[in-house]
């Protein structure tokens, strides 16, 4: 019963943006985005997250849509070692709301 | 330095036999967390605890022990090693906002 749908796999250019999308059509009032990649063979890696609000980071920015149902995360200058699979996660922010469910998340190459 | 740091990094074992993998975090997060990755899987939930002797089970728990005596540190036991148990660990702590900080990861092969 997944929350999220992202692409499988997405190409981009060295030095140009990185735009992932995510549909979240089903999140709820009191959920968040988050986001993490995962390069190949390390754990997780946090990037950001958001509720309604557009969020940015040193890492990148979060564009959520007005109706909450859809979101994308932008990598403003894309390098070799962004290359990664992406995970777009929604999670309740009630207490205890600590688990994270991770799905098949977008590959993202970056090509020089 | 600080950090979550995981160990062994690289463990073979054989069907039948006890291994604990080590988790430690010197953020002083309340709550640590266990996954596996797998292949066609992707992570899984295996425990998780919100403060010193205080855990509780994950989406994937069975074959697995834990403790937490100290908030530090969040041992996982495989108490009898499965094949099915040959995976990829990772451990997390959680902060403030509950944004999950995962360790290195430890790549587990039982034979």
């Known amino acids: 019963d997944a929350k999220t749908t992202q692409p499988t796999s997405m190409d981009c250019a060295e030095g140009r943006a990185a735009n992932l999308p995510c549909n979240h059509s089903t999140i709820s009032g009191n959920e968040y985005v988050y986001w993490y990649r995962q390069i190949h063979s390390q754990g997780p890696q946090y990037i950001i997250h958001?509720?309604?609000n557009n969020e940015t980071n040193e890492m990148a920015s979060l564009i959520i849509t007005e109706d909450r149902k859809s979101s994308t995360l932008i990598l403003p200058h894309a390098t070799l070692r962004d290359t990664a699979v992406y995970y777009c996660i929604v999670r309740d922010s009630g207490a205890g709301s600590y688990q994270l469910t991770f799905g098949k998340g977008t590959k993202l190459s970056v090509i020089p | 330095d600080a950090g979550i740091t995981q160990s062994p990094r690289y463990k073979i074992t054989e069907t039948g036999r006890q291994v604990t993998l080590m988790c430690h975090q010197t953020w002083s997060h309340s709550y640590m967390f266990w996954y596996r990755q797998d292949l066609g899987h992707g992570l899984r939930l295996i425990y998780y605890s919100a403060a010193a002797d205080i855990t509780d089970k994950g989406e994937v728990p069975d074959g697995y022990v834990v403790s937490r005596s100290k908030t530090e540190n969040f041992p996982l036991t495989l108490e009898s090693a499965t094949r099915s148990q040959t995976s990829v660990y990772f451990c997390?702590?959680?902060?403030?906002?509950?944004?999950?900080?995962f360790g290195p990861g430890t790549r587990l092969t039982v034979l």
């Open positions: 997390a702590s959680s902060g403030r906002r509950f944004e999950q900080f």
């Open positions: 958001g509720l309604k």
